[in-house]
């Protein structure tokens, strides 16, 4: 069974402070792919970033960073100097190889950066 | 507006009532996808269509749930003699098949009474 788990339900930091939202994952598959989004109050889900199960390598955008480490299963993200802009909620999701592409979302994180 | 777009935005109606939800993914996007979200839960998977053939269907899809995507373009999503616990958030997203990265629409809010 697949299976996301991000165990912080909200964050709550002030403006400028780096926040690290946890993401740990469970799946049976060699081959995954994992995601996060953002869904600011307006609703609607953005994508952010995708990486491969065979790509360890971690990524930086920006204010945003990810790592991935496939020995504790986690999928970390990191916002750098955060800002008032980034309080959404913020969702992990996994997809493996042969499900046509369905996501299995984590229940998200919501993040609040206060000024 | 080259993204997504769902209609309508809001739909509010009675219990025993039929809705019907529009989804329009972004123009080639030959994969469409339908989940649900309630309130404090990430999106759940229902459906998705490979051009007009429904490939897969999640179990929390009722017999009163029914999806078509007649033409390979949109995609229209059923709700039969509705229930209260059917009020949630109904997602719609595409992808373009050469890669999986889905993009969602805004969604459209359903409230029974």
């Known amino acids: 069974a697949q299976k996301v788990t991000q165990a912080q339900t909200e964050i709550s930091v002030v403006e400028k402070e780096d926040v690290t939202l946890d993401c740990v994952y469970e799946?049976?598959?060699?081959?995954?792919?994992l995601f996060w989004y953002k869904q600011p109050p307006s609703g609607e889900l953005v994508f952010l970033i995708r990486r491969n199960s065979f790509d360890e390598q971690n990524e930086i955008s920006g204010r945003y960073s990810w790592n991935f480490q496939k020995s504790t299963s986690s999928f970390n993200f990191t916002i750098t100097a955060s800002q008032v802009v980034d309080s959404a909620v913020y969702f992990c999701?996994?997809?493996?190889?042969?499900?046509?592409?369905?996501?299995?979302f984590g229940q998200g994180t919501e993040l609040s950066v206060k000024p | 507006d080259t993204g997504v777009s769902q209609d309508p935005r809001h739909k509010i109606t009675k219990r025993g009532q039929n809705v019907t939800f529009r989804c329009d993914p972004i123009s080639e996007h030959n994969r469409l996808y339908w989940y649900r979200q309630t309130l404090g839960q990430g999106p759940e998977f229902l459906t998705y269509?490979?051009?007009?053939?429904?490939?897969?269907k999640s179990r929390l899809l009722s017999d009163r749930f029914s999806a078509e995507r007649p033409k390979g373009s949109f995609s229209t999503l059923e709700i039969q003699r509705t229930e209260q616990g059917d009020s949630a958030m109904y997602l719609c997203a595409s992808s373009p098949g050469t890669s999986i990265e889905q993009y969602f629409g805004p969604g459209t809010r359903l409230t029974v009474t």
């Open positions: 799946t049976r598959d060699t081959t995954y792919y």
């Open positions: 999701a996994l997809s493996g190889p042969n499900q046509g592409g369905k996501l299995i």
């Open positions: 269509f490979q051009n007009e053939a429904q490939l897969e």
